[in-house]
Every structure is written in structure tokens, then in C-alpha cells.
């Protein structure tokens, strides 16, 4: 026991493992707040891993023939936003379920990655660490939150942009009010369909940042199982957070740590069973799936169809 007790306490005050935290940490975190906005609106948006994959694909491509960072994670948004909205017209024009929607073009972008890197071989690239004077040089959290990829700080100015299209514009009212009693909404003149396309969009762009991000923000190569299952985990960080914006960053952050951990324990020279490590993050969502969703209340009409007159 004081050996297992010894052991975390290295892995838990390492300056690495708080690094890696945070780094994988928003990477979920671009996915969650876009997801936040696609549930509150009524979406569930399962699309969001093709959409991660479709931007740390279109990122990777982006930069090999521009040799732009800016413009890599610009085209990653784009072709997030692309995935979405192809998942959003299906579920909203044509009402079909958001879950087999999601989940088809979910494999069909995988499809579609596997043969392009084939086809294209873009090899990506990393963009410059920036530190902050005096923040990065606070111990322990200092290097973790400031000391980062320039990539890294466009989350910082995308939380509050996220707070205020929610919370405090009427576009985001009438988002909010989709989610809750769409009837009511329509009744009110609101285009409930149409606003539900929008978060879902919305929701796509920020995931395709966030697969840029993870390619020219973090890993700097593309492959096709980069992105590994977490657009399911931005999924999870959402519902961990109650459907509120500092809930969902708190899990994205927890997720985060759980890979870090992962990844953690091997660099410390501890021996645990690397299969077990690689399941951990996935085991943390199930945990999470269950005994803390049922906690709180959802958004009344989400993932249900809208079709004017019916209820």
C-alpha cells in the first residue's frame, strides 16, 4: 500500500502530469463547449468525432501546403463545421434519428480520413510553445495553464465567447428555449429547426478546431486513430457538467487527467498493465455515465425530433 501511496504522489506532483493534463484537457474542452451548445439547443451531436477527425485531417493538410498554422487550424474548423452540418440537415430536415445519423457519418469520415492519408501522407507540424510572462512562472499550475502552444489560448477567449452567445444574446435565448419546449418557441416565432442546425454547427467548428488543434497544437502528425474514441468523451464531459458551462470544462478537465495519468506512468517508470492504462479514460466515462448524470436534469427536449404541430 505505501508503495501505490508513493507512486501516485510522484505521478500527482510531477509538473508533467499536470502539463499533459491540461493539453488534453482542451482538446476535449474545444469538443465539450461546442457540445454544450448543440445539447442546450436539443442535439445530441454524436458527430463530434467525425468532426474532431475531419479537423485534425483538414488541419494537417492545411498546413502542409501552406506551411500556416493560422490557416491549418481555420481549414480544421471548416471541415468540422462541414461534418456537422451534414448531420445537422439530416436530423433536422429530413427528422431522421440523431443517433444512427450521427453514428453513420461518423464511419463515413472515417472512411473517407483512412483513404485521403493514404492518398494525401499530410505530415502536419507543431506550433511554437508560448509562455506567459509572470503566469507561467507560478509553480506547479503556472507551466500547465501558461506555458503552452500558442493554439492552447484560443480556448481561453472561445469560454467566454461560448458564456455570452448563451447566455447573453437573444440568439442564444431562443437556443436555450429549442431545447426546452420547442413548442413554445415556435409558437413564440422562433425557427426551432433552423436554431438547432446552428448550435450544431456551431458545435462542429469548435471540434474541428479542436482536431487542428490536437495535430498542430500537441502531436504534429496526423494519423488516422488520433483522435481514438474522444469525441465520445466530449460527449460524457457535457453530461458530467450538467449541462452548464463550468461543469462541462471541469470534466473535460477530469478526462483530461485521466489520459495524462495514463500516459503518466509509464514516463515514471512504473509498470502497470498498458492495456488497463488505455482503457482508464473510457472506464472514468462509464463511472461518470452513471452515477453522476442522474444528478441532473437534462434539456426537456433533447435528441427528440421537431415537426410544427406535433407535441
Known amino acids: 500500500m505505501s508503495d501505490i501511496l508513493a507512486a501516485l504522489g510522484d505521478i500527482f506532483t510531477s509538473p508533467a502530469m499536470y502539463g499533459s493534463a491540461v493539453r488534453l484537457g482542451v482538446f476535449l474542452a474545444f469538443a465539450a463547449l461546442g457540445e454544450l451548445v448543440a445539447e442546450k439547443a436539443g442535439t445530441i451531436n454524436i458527430s463530434v468525432e467525425g468532426s474532431l477527425l475531419a479537423g485534425a485531417l483538414g488541419g494537417a493538410v492545411a498546413f502542409d501546403m501552406s506551411g500556416s498554422t493560422v490557416f491549418g487550424l481555420a481549414a480544421g474548423a471548416v471541415a468540422g463545421v462541414s461534418v456537422a452540418m451534414v448531420a445537422a440537415n ?41 509562455g506567459v510572462p509572470f503566469l507561467s512562472d507560478i509553480p506547479v499550475i503556472g507551466p500547465a495553464l501558461f506555458s503552452q502552444t500558442w493554439p492552447t489560448y484560443l480556448l481561453y477567449g472561445l469560454i467566454p465567447l461560448t458564456w455570452w452567445l448563451l447566455y447573453r444574446t437573444r440568439w442564444g435565448l431562443e437556443v436555450r428555449s429549442a431545447g426546452e419546449n420547442p413548442q413554445a418557441s415556435d409558437v413564440s416565432g422562433v425557427d426551432v429547426n433552423r436554431r438547432r442546425r446552428q448550435a450544431v454547427s456551431y458545435g462542429g467548428s469548435l471540434a474541428g478546431l479542436g482536431g487542428a488543434f490536437l495535430i498542430l497544437g500537441q502531436v504534429g502528425s496526423f494519423d488516422v486513430g488520433v483522435v481514438g474514441g474522444r469525441g465520445f468523451i466530449a460527449i460524457a464531459a457535457v453530461y458530467f457538467g450538467g449541462w452548464t458551462l463550468r461543469g462541462t470544462l471541469a470534466g473535460a478537465l477530469l478526462f483530461g487527467m485521466a489520459d495524462a495519468f495514463r500516459l503518466a506512468v509509464p514516463v515514471l517508470g512504473y509498470q502497470v498493465n498498458a492495456q488497463l492504462l488505455a482503457a482508464l479514460p473510457y472506464l472514468l466515462t462509464l463511472v461518470v455515465m452513471y452515477f453522476i448524470t442522474k444528478r441532473f436534469v437534462q434539456p426537456a427536449a433533447l435528441a427528440k425530433p421537431f415537426v410544427r404541430g406535433l407535441r
Open 90 to 130: 439530416m436530423s433536422h430536415r429530413l427528422t431522421a434519428d440523431q443517433f444512427v445519423v450521427g453514428i453513420t457519418v461518423n464511419v463515413l469520415v472515417l472512411g473517407l480520413a483512412g483513404f485521403l492519408d493514404a492518398t494525401v501522407s499530410p505530415l502536419g507540424g507543431r506550433a511554437a510553445v508560448v
